[in-house]
């Protein structure tokens, strides 16, 4: 394919150094002639790179450099050019008038495609007088290594279009997802699922921002925790790409941004680029700084009675027992013992009040942290701190030829805090199915190569359990109140009818899936 890329930033080179790698031939401009060498230079340096790190050989470096060629201007005649690809500023006037330009001087059969990320496929096609020639077509930084981009027809684009400009990516060994036009896509959008709930628990206090960050790697085995991605990627991008999908989808309180943000925005505090964010940094490219964990100084060897029955309860009195604390029977909990609540989408609180618990020695365990490499211990206003020093040391304990566990000391809220950010992933990505914005299997996709997730959060649903879920936002639900955890419909139909939540199901056309409607 004959590819023109407008645009020779950050985005075009490496769309440039991605497609004449994959064997095309591609042209790159820009409205400012000076950056095209620079911007060939760079692609040279990331050949050389990719050399050195055994990904290609050298003679493929050089074939895919001599693909790439410098135009002299966006519309320069280009007979043969089959796509063009617009890389420029995310700006909507600018975006029309180039490609009302591009439509005067390439010819018809030329498909166009931006990469623009926040305004509308349909609005940039508007500008022109045969919109259907126009999709979206959205990578991801850097280009070469994140194998995925998101193919947005627009309302108009013409049917054969997205079909064509999947099969191309997937033809380069990226993986393509086709997307509706709506704010944020798809893979922005589901991310909005972690970012804001971060936030909620840190505006709530349940745990600082180094705490929500060690439960979400070591918990949910997330790459890196919520905090320390909005250092990289700069919290004024977050926090811009979060109120516009929110205002976007209509104020949705399941996409509600925090009030936190905007502030550490207005104070300079976006991440690395400022050397502060949620974490410091004393150098460019430094690693950020990071307390230390408090030392385990509470009793390892005392009782503890576990309430209730159930899997989880059984779990908990099995984790417990391997790990060789000593385990209290009976009705009720003994005077010397420590009480260890499993919660699920409830509160501690909650079980202290319903089963007449004492409320001085009573502590919430997090399920999901008992096969973890890290413990969620939940304390309330009532607990006794040498109650929770104490359990803080039994959770920490290690079985046999097992090293000791970290344990974080969280606020009880409902759900504790691994919970609440799973919920809020797959509740998230849950309702972008439901709207038909992309297919299951797309969204689990999308989500695993552009946001490095450990699986796909329909699927991550499923391995939990569809109904255990539905039972995790209800209880999230109606223990909070806030209309943010209302369960999806996506989730309770499927609950209903024995299906995974990776099922698309049979629309009322009887055919594979209902198209989103633009």
């Not at 623009?116 to 126009?134: C, F, M």
């Not at 029955?309 to 908990?316: M, P, S, V």
């Not at 097992?402 to 990505?429: F, K, M, N, W, Y």
Request: hydrophobic residues 45%; charged residues 20%; glycine residues 10%.
């Amino acid at each position: 394919m004959h590819i023109r890329i407008v645009g020779a930033g950050v985005m075009g080179r490496g769309i440039a150094q991605w497609a004449a790698t994959a064997g095309h031939t591609v042209e790159l401009c820009d409205a400012r002639p000076a950056s095209v060498p620079e911007a060939l230079t760079f692609v040279e340096d990331m050949l050389r790179r990719a050399v050195r790190n055994g990904r290609m050989s050298s003679e493929d470096a050089a074939d895919a450099r001599a693909r790439i060629t410098a135009v002299d201007a966006p519309t320069a005649p280009g007979p043969a050019v089959d796509l063009v690809v617009e890389a420029i500023h995310e700006d909507l006037a600018a975006k029309r008038e180039l490609f009302r330009a591009l439509e005067d001087a390439l010819p018809a059969e030329a498909v166009f495609a931006t990469n623009t990320s926040s305004l509308t496929v349909t609005g940039i096609a508007a500008g022109l007088a045969d919109p259907s020639r126009l999709a979206g077509l959205h990578f991801f930084n850097p280009v070469p290594l994140m194998r995925i981009a998101e193919v947005v027809p627009g309302a108009r684009t013409r049917a054969e279009i997205p079909g064509m400009l999947a099969e191309f990516v997937r033809g380069t060994g990226h993986a393509a997802v086709v997307v509706a036009d709506t704010p944020g896509f798809l893979v922005n959008h589901a991310g909005r699922g972690l970012a804001t709930e971060a936030f909620a628990l840190l505006e709530e206090s349940v745990s600082d921002a180094v705490g929500i960050d060690r439960i979400a790697r070591d918990v949910l085995g997330l790459r890196m925790g919520p905090f320390e991605l909005m250092d990289l990627t700069g919290l004024d991008v977050t926090a811009s790409v979060t109120d516009t999908i929110w205002r976007g989808f209509a104020h949705s309180d399941r996409l509600r941004p925090s009030v936190v943000a905007a502030n550490r925005v207005a104070a300079g505090l976006l991440g690395r680029k400022t050397g502060r964010g949620f974490y410091t940094y004393s150098g460019s490219g430094s690693r950020p700084e990071v307390p230390a964990e408090a030392p385990v100084d509470g009793d390892a060897d005392r009782p503890v009675w576990v309430p209730g029955d159930g899997a989880d309860t059984e779990a908990l009195r099995q984790f417990l027992g391997r790990a060789g604390v000593l385990l209290r029977d009976g009705a009720s909990p003994p005077p010397d013992a420590v009480v260890l609540v499993p919660t699920w989408g409830t509160t501690v609180a909650a079980a202290v009040a319903s089963a007449g618990l004492p409320a001085g020695r009573s502590l919430g365990v997090d399920p999901l942290s008992l096969a973890a490499r890290r413990r969620v211990l939940a304390v309330t206003p009532a607990t006794d701190p040498v109650a929770a020093r104490d359990a803080r040391a039994v959770l920490a304990r290690a079985g046999a030829g097992e090293a000791p566990r970290r344990v974080t000391v969280v606020r009880d809220t409902a759900g504790s805090v691994a919970q609440r950010l799973l919920a809020s992933i797959v509740s998230v990505a849950a309702s972008i199915a439901e709207r038909s914005i992309a297919d299951p299997a797309d969204i689990d996709t999308a989500v695993v190569a552009g946001l490095g997730y450990p699986a796909g959060p329909l699927s991550w649903g499923d391995k939990l359990g569809a109904r255990r879920m539905l039972a995790l936002h209800e209880g999230l639900h109606r223990s909070t109140g806030d209309p943010r955890y209302r369960p999806t419909r996506w989730v309770a139909e499927r609950v209903q009818l024995g299906l995974p939540l990776t099922e698309s199901g049979t629309p009322p056309t009887l055919t594979e899936r209902v198209a989103y409607r633009t």
